[in-house]
């Protein structure tokens, strides 16, 4: 079975803190996945990545970065969380090809800034 | 821009019958993949079906099948003799060329005893 595991279930940070949310795949996906999780809004991707340090912006990467030094690790980086940042986080991996696979999912980090 | 509209935020259904979620999507490419997640209450993501855009013939997995109209941009999910354990978040989503999945806000969907 795929495996995606996210290194927290739930988190609490202050305002302003660096925080660092860590996901691994055991797959060998090259397609790795940062998406942001709000009632009423649905999964918005913040990032992604096709490749060992390739990443792309998605469609709301501002106030993130991420980090992907090794196949199976890819890493979404708030530089200085905000209130506003508080939401459910949701990593996936999927295969390069062939084209069009499912993407698998983490279980989430739900992360409460304060 | 590709885009993913699901119109319904909650349905509800009695168990054993019929329920179809909608979801529409906008996207110019020609090739593309359309897919269904399901997430129950506090649990993982799931695969619930996926369709190639290519293909005419529309996909089913055992009560799940789905209406995939290419013209309209349509792709409906329809889950026969719903069961208690389909209560979840459903989610369409959409993949294109450069392999990003997109999704739609979701539709809560609660299946009454």
């Known amino acids: 079975d795929v495996k995606v595991t996210q290194s927290s279930r739930y988190l609490v940070k202050r305002t302003g803190e660096k925080v660092f949310l860590e996901c691994v795949q055991d797959?060998?996906?090259?397609?790795m996945f940062w998406y942001r999780q709000d009632p009423g809004l649905g999964l918005r991707l913040i990032y992604f990545s096709y490749d060992v340090k390739m990443k792309e912006k998605g469609d709301i990467p501002e106030g993130y970065s991420v980090s992907r030094e090794k196949k199976e690790r890819f890493s979404l980086i708030l530089e200085s969380a905000s209130t506003n940042q508080t939401s459910m986080y949701l990593c996936?991996?999927?295969?390069?090809?062939?084209?069009?696979?499912?993407?698998?999912f983490g279980q989430g980090t739900r992360l409460t800034v304060v | 821009a590709q885009t993913v509209t699901q119109s319904q935020p909650e349905m509800s259904v009695q168990e054993a019958e019929t329920v179809t979620l909608s979801c529409t999507y906008d996207t110019s490419e020609s090739n593309y993949y359309l897919f269904w997640y399901k997430q129950p209450p506090s649990r993982q993501m799931i695969l619930v079906i996926r369709?190639?855009?290519?293909?005419?013939q529309n996909a089913t997995e055992n009560r799940f099948s789905v209406n995939f109209q290419k013209a309209a941009k349509s792709f409906s999910l329809k889950i026969s003799d719903s069961q208690l354990g389909d209560t979840a978040m459903y989610f369409c989503?959409?993949?294109?060329?450069?392999?990003?999945?997109?999704f739609g806000a979701g539709t809560r969907l609660t299946v009454k005893p």
């Open positions: 369709q190639e855009a290519y293909k005419q």
């Open positions: 797959m060998d996906h090259e397609n």
């Open positions: 996936a991996s999927s295969p390069g090809s062939p084209r069009g696979t499912e993407a698998f």
């Open positions: 989503a959409f993949i294109a060329r450069n392999n990003d999945m997109r």
